[in-house]
């Protein structure tokens, strides 16, 4: 049985994603993906349309880059939610100057209020050098504290390194 609230880590393109996928399809539940990607160029356009294409209609897809909250407002008990990703959301918020506190905040409420199971997909950020300037660091703490605060709420975390899962905690399904 997949946990209520999952986190799944990993760096760029180490397949947390995939990974994260495939927990929601084994549950059998019927499941919604928020995709919080935007498309600011021709690359992130086809890589988004690719995933749209790869999930199918067996997927209720809500895009939204700032919503994430309102988007898991909507998950019915029966529903399994993959948010993809916190690290996208959070840089959306970050772009848009939003308050960061306050939209943190209604996430995590969101989360813990979820009706459905939820699994969040978010990027590690930790384990590279000191960005060089100020706001990839100011994006790299805030991405931090929004991991640890999450994986605080779960009842199953995972590393995904190289396509391998590495339990952090919890039991996986």
């Not at 399994?80 to 308050?99: F, G, I, K, Q, R």
């Not at 979820?114 to 990027?123: A, D, I, L, M």
């Not at 929004?146 to 396509?163: E, P, S």
Request: charged fraction near 20%; charge should be negative; glycine fraction near 6%.
């Amino acid at each position: 049985m997949l946990a209520k609230l999952s986190l799944i880590l990993g760096g760029a393109a180490s397949g947390k994603s995939a990974f994260a996928e495939s927990l929601v399809v084994r549950t059998g539940a019927p499941r919604v993906y928020i995709a919080t990607a935007q498309a600011f160029d021709t690359e992130m356009h086809d890589k988004i349309a690719a995933h749209r294409a790869q999930r199918g209609a067996q997927w209720r897809t809500v895009e939204t880059a700032l919503a994430a909250a309102e988007a898991l407002d909507t998950v019915a008990p029966t529903e399994v939610a993959l948010l993809d990703c916190a690290t996208m959301w959070l840089s959306n918020h970050l772009l848009a100057e939003s308050d960061l506190e306050l939209e943190v905040r209604n996430l995590l409420l969101a989360l813990d209020n979820c009706r459905g199971r939820v699994v969040v997909v978010s990027n590690e950020v930790g384990l590279d050098v000191v960005p060089d300037n100020a706001l990839a660091r100011r994006f790299r703490d805030a991405q931090g504290r929004l991991n640890q605060q999450i994986a605080a709420r779960a009842d199953l975390a995972v590393l995904v390194v190289a396509g391998l899962p590495m339990l952090l905690s919890g039991e996986l399904p």
